[in-house]
Each structure stands twice: as C-alpha cells, then as structure tokens.
C-alpha cells in the first residue's frame, strides 16, 4: 500500500525483512535518538527550516461544525520527527484540528476545514487527494482504547490491511505482527495468546495494541486524542514511554489535558484557548516545549500553565 | 479538614442507628407491599396459564398422531386415518427459506443504509415510517399484495410457493430491517472511527469491522424474523394454497404448508373426524416445536458465534 504513495521516511527507515532485528538494537539506537528539539532552531519553527521527513504545516486552518466556527485560523508548523502537544482548556479546538490534521473532522455529518495542511509539502485538502489516503499516511490512537472486538489480537494489528482486503502471505503477516507489538511496546505481554480478543487486555495494553494497529499501515503522522485519559499511571508512563520512542521514526501529534505529561514527553509544545465558550478556539502560542514552560510569551499561557484557570 | 470529619463521625453514628431502628415500615405499607406483589404475581400467573393450556392441548391431543407415519408421509389418497404431514413441513421449510433469503439481505441493506449512511436525511425518514407501517399491515393484506402481484404477472389465481414467499416477505422484511437497525446502533462509534483512521473506505469498514462486530445480534434478528412468519397462516392459505401431495417446486403450484395443512384438517374433516382433528393438533405440535427451537437457537447463538470467531 505504501507503493502507491512516495514514502520519504522509506530511506531512513532499515527495510521491513530486516525487521526483526530492530527489536534487538532499540536500546542502542535510543542513545542515537536526541529529543528533536535539539534539532530544531531554538526560535519557533519556523518555515524554511530544513525539515525531518514527516512533518507537517497547518496553515491558516479553521474547522466548522455546520455553520460554527470551532478552530480559527491556526497556522503551526509540526516538526518531523518529534513529539507535538496541544494543550488547552476544554472546547479550544485542540481535539478538532488534530482530527481535521488526517480528515477524521469530515467524518462527522456538517463538519468541515479550511486552508490548508500539507505533510511534507503536499497538501492533504487539495482538489483530488482522497481522504482515505490521507489516513493512511497520518494515522490515529482515539481516547478511549478501542480494539475491534471481533478480531483477535493478531488481526487487531492487521486490521489496517484485513479492513482494506489485502491478504498478505502468512509469514509476512506474523512478522509484520510481531514487529509493530514490538515497536508498541507489548509483544512480550501478549506473545502467547494472538488468537485471543483484544478484550482480554487490560486498558493499557489495549491502548498500546490500538498503536500497534495504527503503526502496522506504516503512517508518517501517528495522531493521539488524549490517549492516556481513560489509562492509570502505570499504564500512562508505558505509554509516554512509547511515544517518546515513536517518536524516531514517526511524527507524534499528542493532545493532552496533563501539562505535566506535555512537559515530560513533547518536543514543541501548542496552547489553544477560547475567549469564552461557544467563541472559537485559537492558537495562542507555540514553540519548543521548555520554553513554553519555562518563559511563556503570552500572559494566558502563563496563566494556565500555572493552573489559574482551565 | 480529615481531622474533623473523622472527629464527628462517632457523634452522629448512635443517631443514625436510632433512626435505623425507628424505621420499621408501618403496619399499613407492608399490608400495601404484599397486596401489591400478590397482584403482580397473579398478573404473570394469568398470562401464562393460556399459554400452557395451548402446550398442555397439543400435547395432550396431537402426541396420539406423533408417529413416524406423520414425518414419512403426505395426505395424498389418504382418508380417514394414517397420512402424514411431510409434504406441509416440506413446503414451510421451502417457503420460510425463500423468505429469509428474500428478507434477509433486502432488510439488513436497508438497516445498513439507515445506520451507517442515511444519517438524519429524508429518505431515511420515509424508510423508518415505511418500515413502522409496514410492521403492523395485517397479514392478510400481504397475502392480497402478493396474490394481486403474482396474478399481474402470471395471470389471474396463479399460486405458488414463491407467491407465499413473497408474501411472508413483505412482513419478514420489516422485522429484520428494525432487530439489524437495532444491532447495528449498539455497535460503538469508536470502533467505526478506528477503522476509517486505518486509511479504509466507509464501506469496507461495515464490512470487516461493523457487520463482524453485530454478527451474533443480527444472526439472532433474522431468525426471530423466521419464527415470526414461519406459523403465518393467512397470505399462505391465499396464495399458497393447499395440496395433498408434496410439491418441491416453489414457482409452480400450489404447496401446502405447516399452518395451512393444521387449518385444511380441521375445517375439511371427512367422514372420520377424529383421524382430521388428531392430525390437526400433531401439525400444531410439529409447528410449535419448530418456533421454539428457532426461538431458543435465537438466543443460544449469539455466545456460540462470538466464541467461534474468538477462537478463530
């Protein structure tokens, strides 16, 4: 599936046969892997930046739901490569762009965007581009874990190409499997029952199984809506610890109502907020996460980052 | 804060025990309580004391008839005593087929446009109204439906297997249409957004996602829609017909079927009456062990199917 749209992350990435052996040199590779900020001009990013393959610009996007206006006009530049939070108080739009960044906002009956989104330069709403396209090139973990009932775990993870009727040979299915479980963190846990549902797993490992599901189509993007709100502690800093790996071969995008847990795991870090409510959300500020948390420019990020309101 | 709390408690908990104890209902509301549950006792024992007269009648009466002549042989050239009813419980298995391969897909389509496509459009109003009348047209008024059809087609007084298959259709239909809608509402929404997130169009997502999910509820709908019809006499006796002999050919013909067959035996006696009526209420043991084996299999499915495909 990956042959019918360019892959810029194929070259960076060791080819899939080889795979198994990726599992074995994670540890290595982790010290190799700086937190993209250091990467990254130490301003805002800004355009024109030499960018990591996977990343994205949002420019002067807003979001509707029938004729009210949820997102106004926001214009971000995601960083390849990296870990981005929206952060925000409740109904600024963090959730809504971030569904609008792979076309899941067109979903629901009357929603629409404007402006544009382009993933490496190409824009995901011009005329002609398909949204199913779209996502599977910028995939997503929903709030609440959500594994297909009716699958086992095994098929759970290959949801993504049983869904789209594609019957890959036994052997590759089982690699396949076995490195995305890897990759999400699980595989040691569930190796021996891949013909259980993934009912039989607690929320964390579900979660971390939906991750799986969404990495096994070999996205650019993985975009995460409040993943860990339905999740306890532990299973929480399981899955921080995931996103910080994913984070060396996918672009994450990660809404959160934690700043702590913005603070801990993102590389840039954006704040949404609303003037009062049914007002739409805006970008207030974005930039490298230890600057917005440490010196914010704007007083209502301030503001909130220090739990005075939201 | 705590300190207080736990301070405080020891005094209120003599007052609230000395509530508890006060609280003994009164003489006059246990009086009422009991009163009531007897009336609501007495209420269930009434709806179900006619249903196991019925039991009780075509057992008592049809069990003489119980035989392995009655499973290996039609009415044809018997009067009086022997004769079977295969011939009728052929036909109703041929004909309660037919339906469910009509109604079935024709309903289960209408219930996936209404879910998962129509959303709150106009046509998916006129459907759900249609869908209301339909449930609750009298049966004989499919039967007419059907036989007005066929007749235009075939010529007038045309009957056959097919007629009544159509018939029973027409009100198999809106009850697969309502139980698959049902269904498909209660599979999460989560689930169909995680499949179109995987990069899948809507349609393949209903396919591998929704329909697999709601597999053992629908599976459970279309066979309460089979006991619904299977026990239809009215449209049968109308376009069906009736015949003594057995009649595999659903577009040809007359067939008799189940209902039909205890109907004909009990209002065509000849002249060993007792031979018709013995028949009469074996046919409607057949048919009442037929509606609750699918009624129990209704239920007994969904877990099994749902195992199965854990296990797959």
Known sequence: ?310 | MTATLTRQAPQHAPDAAATLAASTPSWSRRAKNRAASAAVVAAVALTAVPLALVIWAAVERGSARLDLTLFTHSMRGVVGQGGGLLHALTGTLIITGATAIISIPLGLAAAIYLTEYAGGNKLAAITRRAVDIMVSIPSIVAGLAAYALFSLILGPGTRSGLAGAVALAMIMIPVVVRSSEEVLRLVPADLREAGLALGSPRWRVIRKIVLPTALPGLTAGAVLGVARVIGETAPLLLVAGFTDAMNYNLADGRMATLPVFIYTQWSSKGLDTAAYDQRAWAGALVLMAVVVVLQLAARALPPQIAKLRRNR
């Not at chain 1, 420019?59 to 490569?81: F, K, M, N, Q, T």
């Not at chain 1, 949801?159 to 052997?171: C, F, N, Q, T, V």
């Open chain 1, 1 to 310: 599936m990956t042959a019918t749209v360019p892959n810029p992350t194929a070259a960076g990435q060791p080819p899939a046969p080889t795979a198994p052996t990726e599992a074995a040199s994670l540890a290595p590779l982790a010290s190799l892997a700086p937190r993209a900020a250091e990467r990254l001009n130490p301003a805002a990013p800004a355009p024109g930046l030499p960018k990591a393959p996977g990343s994205m610009s949002i420019r002067d996007v807003s979001c509707y739901y029938g004729s009210h206006l949820a997102v106004a006009d926001v214009s971000l530049e995601i960083p390849g490569r990296a870990v981005t939070a929206f952060i925000g108080p409740s109904g600024c739009g963090k959730s809504t762009l971030l569904r609008a960044i792979n076309r899941m906002h067109e979903v629901i009956p009357g929603a629409r965007a404007e402006g544009t989104i382009a993933l490496d330069g190409a824009d995901l709403y011009s005329k002609g581009v398909d949204p199913v396209a779209v996502r599977s090139k910028v995939g997503m973990v929903f709030q609440k874990p959500n594994p297909f009932p009716a699958m086992s775990i095994k098929d759970n993870v290959l949801a993504g190409l049983i869904i789209r009727g594609a019957k890959p040979r036994a052997a590759a299915a089982d690699e396949l499997v076995e490195r995305c479980l890897v990759r999400a963190h699980l595989w040691e846990e569930v190796k021996d029952r891949l013909k259980k549902s993934g009912d039989s797993l607690s929320g964390g490992q579900q979660q971390r199984l939906c991750i799986a599901r969404a990495i096994a189509v070999q996205p650019d993007v993985v975009l995460m809506d409040e993943p860990c709100s339905a999740l306890d502690p532990i299973s929480t800093l399981a899955i921080e610890e995931l996103m910080r790996d994913l984070a060396r071969d996918y672009t994450v995008v990660v809404v959160t109502h934690n700043m702590a847990q913005a603070n801990r795991i993102s590389d840039i870090t954006a704040f949404f907020s609303l003037a009062r409510a049914g007002e739409p959300g805006r970008l207030v500020e974005a930039g490298l996460t230890a600057d917005i948390f440490s010196a914010p420019k704007v007083t209502a990020t301030r503001d909130y980052i220090d739990g005075r309101f939201g």
